[in-house]
């Protein structure tokens, strides 16, 4: 993700602090039914104010939620540390995370589900930039330096140390340390990092307003089209709202589609909900916004997960995906 902030996103905090209740995560509030026979009239969705949700706005914006009787109410969540959380108690009924927290989460016992898919890496979409007078040329200079993420043991640190591992490094050749997107340009400006691992729209803005070039696009080779981001609920909400989850996948689902046969429409939406001005939506490089969420691609993060010992065992992602509409 990724894209923000607090990102991109595609940005997710770890989950090994969490200490989620156990609680059965049934809703934001009671149930109250709705049209078209909905568990739920209404439903509180936790997004973060970056790139990769924007299909939650443009299906606002299109009616998509009110055709199917529902009425979604977004609420700005600061990342996964703090949604995760908030899904188990019930003060949001899904919310956007990353899918490496996710299956952090799972392989510790978390019972959650993934019901949509959101973001999915595209390239120069998630780079490892360095001020314009740095020492450091490539990926193998930053042995011994510090790389500033937005979180640790995430999409993030993954994703650089496979670059790390592609030069002859390994994550313990260099330090990482968090500072949240929006600081990080001036972070790494006042010293207190060598580099950053950086999503848009930030990457755009570091090279304009600090002259910040980039010496790896973190998203190529084995994390190629890498998914980044999807919406999660708890495994308990799924089974007691099959009908209104099945309501928000279909609208999501077409507002995915929007977005992705037309950038137009996410230029539209993204000053709606961030700080993105609309010039500054139009320059920034997208990555994909998928309308299916397909296990054979998401298994490829858990694996990668495995392969650098994020997780101490396999998982099969199918597990954790709830059924679509169409069963």
């Given at each position: 993700?990724?894209?923000?902030?607090?990102?991109?996103?595609?940005?997710l905090?770890?989950?090994?602090?969490?200490?989620?209740?156990?609680?059965?995560?049934?809703?934001?509030?009671?149930a109250?039914?709705?049209?078209?026979g909905?568990?739920?009239?209404?439903?509180?969705?936790?997004?973060l104010?970056?790139?990769?949700p924007?299909?939650?706005?443009?299906?606002?914006?299109?009616?998509?939620?009110?055709?199917?009787?529902?009425?979604?109410?977004?609420?700005?969540i600061?990342?996964?540390?703090?949604?995760?959380?908030?899904?188990?108690?019930?003060?949001?009924?899904?919310?956007?995370?990353?899918?490496?927290?996710?299956?952090?989460?799972?392989?510790?016992?978390?019972?959650?589900?993934?019901?949509?898919?959101?973001?999915?890496?595209?390239p120069?979409?998630?780079?490892?930039?360095?001020?314009?007078?740095?020492?450091?040329?490539?990926?193998?200079?930053?042995?011994?330096?510090?790389?500033?993420?937005?979180?640790?043991?995430?999409?993030?640190?993954l994703?650089?140390?496979?670059?790390?591992?592609a030069?002859?490094?390994?994550?313990?050749?260099?330090?990482?340390?968090?500072?949240?997107f929006?600081?990080?340009?001036?972070?790494?400006?006042?010293?207190?990092?060598?580099?950053?691992?950086?999503?848009?729209?930030?990457?755009?803005?570091?090279?304009?307003?600090?002259?910040?070039?980039?010496?790896?696009?973190?998203?190529?080779?084995?994390?190629?089209?890498?998914?980044?981001?999807?919406?999660?609920?708890?495994?308990?909400?799924?089974?007691?709202?099959?009908k209104?989850?099945?309501?928000?996948?279909?609208?999501?689902?077409?507002?995915?589609?929007?977005?992705?046969?037309?950038?137009?429409?996410?230029?539209?939406?993204?000053?709606?909900?961030?700080?993105?001005?609309?010039?500054?939506?139009?320059?920034?490089?997208?990555?994909?916004?998928?309308?299916?969420?397909?296990?054979?691609?998401?298994?490829?993060?858990?694996?990668?997960?495995?392969?650098?010992?994020?997780i101490?065992?396999?998982?099969?992602?199918?597990?954790?995906?709830?059924?679509?509409?169409?069963?």
């Amino acid at each position: 993700m990724a894209r923000t902030l607090r990102c991109h996103v595609l940005a997710l905090g770890s989950v090994a602090v969490l200490a989620l209740t156990a609680c059965g995560g049934g809703g934001a509030s009671p149930a109250s039914t709705g049209p078209n026979g909905l568990e739920k009239a209404t439903i509180k969705v936790g997004a973060l104010p970056i790139p990769d949700p924007v299909a939650l706005y443009i299906a606002q914006a299109k009616g998509f939620f009110k055709e199917e009787g529902l009425t979604v109410e977004p609420v700005t969540i600061t990342g996964g540390a703090a949604a995760l959380p908030q899904i188990e108690s019930g003060a949001l009924d899904i919310t956007q995370t990353n899918y490496v927290s996710s299956i952090l989460a799972a392989s510790q016992g978390k019972k959650i589900k993934l019901v949509a898919d959101m973001y999915r890496a595209a390239p120069n979409t998630f780079e490892i930039m360095v001020p314009k007078d740095s020492p450091i040329q490539q990926v193998a200079d930053l042995k011994g330096k510090t790389v500033l993420v937005n979180n640790l043991r995430n999409i993030a640190t993954l994703a650089v140390t496979t670059q790390l591992k592609a030069a002859g490094l390994s994550e313990t050749d260099v330090k990482f340390a968090e500072k949240p997107f929006p600081e990080m340009g001036n972070a790494i400006t006042a010293g207190q990092g060598d580099a950053g691992w950086i999503t848009e729209p930030f990457i755009t803005a570091n090279k304009n307003a600090l002259g910040f070039r980039t010496i790896a696009d973190t998203m190529t080779g084995r994390t190629a089209d890498l998914p980044i981001a999807g919406w999660m609920a708890t495994d308990a909400w799924v089974r007691q709202n099959p009908k209104t989850l099945a309501a928000f996948q279909r609208a999501i689902s077409k507002a995915q589609q929007l977005a992705s046969g037309d950038r137009k429409e996410i230029e539209a939406a993204l000053p709606t909900y961030t700080k993105i001005d609309a010039k500054t939506a139009a320059a920034i490089t997208l990555g994909a916004y998928p309308s299916t969420l397909e296990a054979d691609r998401l298994q490829k993060v858990a694996d990668l997960m495995l392969e650098y010992k994020y997780i101490s065992g396999p998982i099969d992602v199918k597990s954790l995906i709830a059924a679509s509409p169409g069963g």
